[in-house]
């Protein structure tokens, strides 16, 4: 089981970048999916979540209104699009999945390095 995450790079504030997450080896289609991030020196944060059948997202407050997660099942791929990006959305952004709807996040991608400069 693979998650491969890319669409990463340098971006200045106020800028976009549409992050994905390819699975490969076993279908995600039937748990949540998520974005996590982690910065130098701080811990990995959740930063986005969405349930099996995309009804229900959640987002960690410092990223609400500006971020937007999406999957689309049939390619086995999750999405985060980030808007009006701030120089503290600086970080290593990771996805994840889950192996069965309620419990741990069992699977982790390689992440991608997200830059924003002031």
């Known amino acids: 089981v693979q998650l491969q995450a890319f669409g990463g790079g340098l971006v200045q504030a106020g800028g976009s970048l549409r992050l994905s997450c390819a699975a490969s080896g076993r279908t995600f289609s039937g748990v949540p999916m998520g974005w996590f991030r982690q910065a130098p020196g701080k811990e990995r944060e959740n930063v986005a979540t969405?349930?099996?059948?995309?009804?229900?997202?959640t987002y960690a407050d410092s990223v609400k209104g500006r971020f937007t997660v999406s999957r689309d099942n049939a390619k086995n791929t999750v999405y985060l699009q980030m808007n009006s990006l701030k120089p503290e959305d600086t970080a290593v952004y990771y996805c994840?999945?889950?192996?069965?709807?309620?419990?741990?996040?069992?699977?982790w991608g390689q992440g991608t390095q997200v830059t924003v400069s002031s």
């Open positions: 994840s999945a889950r192996r069965r709807v309620l419990g741990s996040w069992d699977y």
């Open positions: 969405i349930s099996w059948n995309s009804a229900t997202t």
